[in-house]
């Protein structure tokens, strides 16, 4: 049953970037692409070859690579309900970050690599909202370490009760922390747009313009599955202990739909932030975390 987690979220990251652009069509008036039409982009990039620029050094090439592998890895820490994932251990959600930060290191460097001052400006904005974003993290699954006295992802989500009002607002704090981080470390609304090619906005967009390829679709199916592995991290708030799989599964399917319109609603109203907001907005997730931390310590009768 530990690798049930890594199927599911496998599976979600098939149609989640579909489910993103059709909520997107719809709200636009639009018929769109199919759902599986971002799938089918990657897979036909996975049979064209990758070409390098003679500039280019071998971190270049490996740099995509080594950015799936750290999105595969981190995805094998996630557990599902009462199953631990393939990989589990004390303080495995340190591991986590510092693993997914493994993989944006070499994209950062891939984009420098290039020599291209462009690129370097998209990988200097990267590097600080990644940097911006993690503080959140650490004081929120700090907070639920502290809360069910355990360190890693399994224990964590398998000892967590919601049985009081603020119970209840720190976990939904917690869905909406986890949903933001997932919209900065994909580069998506208001951050960041995808679609973008406009020079002085482009962030994420200019670090992979030299990427071509094969190396191209491991990046983008990348995205897919960090998308869908946040989601999953949010499911576990919801699949308490006491759920069969029978009925674990639904609830981890229909919270991976939900996030997903979530986020094509999101990038169909809200307009991008300027440049010079994006560090204040990405800071709000900490003051967040700390209102998470702040009731923890409230169920724990630690203060008054």
Known sequence: MNILSLILIVTASLFFTGIVIRT???????????IFQPLKDVWRLFRKGAVYSKTSSFIFQIAPSIYFASVLMAIFL???GNQPGI??????????AYVLALGKFFMI??????????????????????????????????????????????EIFSSLHFGSYISYAVGTLAAIVLAIIALIENSRMPVDDPKTH???????????LDNSGFDLGLILYASNLKFAMYGALIANFFLTPGYEWYYSIPIFIST????AMAVGAIESFMARFRMNHNPQYIFMLTSISLLIFLGVLLILGKIA
Do not use: C
């Open 198 to 208: 406009l020079e002085l906005t482009m962030i994420h967009e200019v670090m992979i």
């Open 78 to 80: 996630i557990p599902f």
């Open 87 to 96: 990989i589990s251990f004390k303080g495995d959600f340190i591991f986590f």
């Open 24 to 34: 997107k069509s719809i709200f636009s008036g639009r018929k769109g692409p199919g």
């Open 256 to 259: 991976q739909i939900l996030f």
């Open 109 to 154: 460097i891939s984009a420098l690599d290039t020599g291209s001052s462009f690129e370097g400006m998209g990988a200097s904005r990267e590097s600080l909202y990644s940097l911006l974003a993690e503080p959140a993290f650490f004081i929120l699954m700090g907070s639920f370490a502290l809360l069910t006295g355990h360190t890693s992802f399994y």
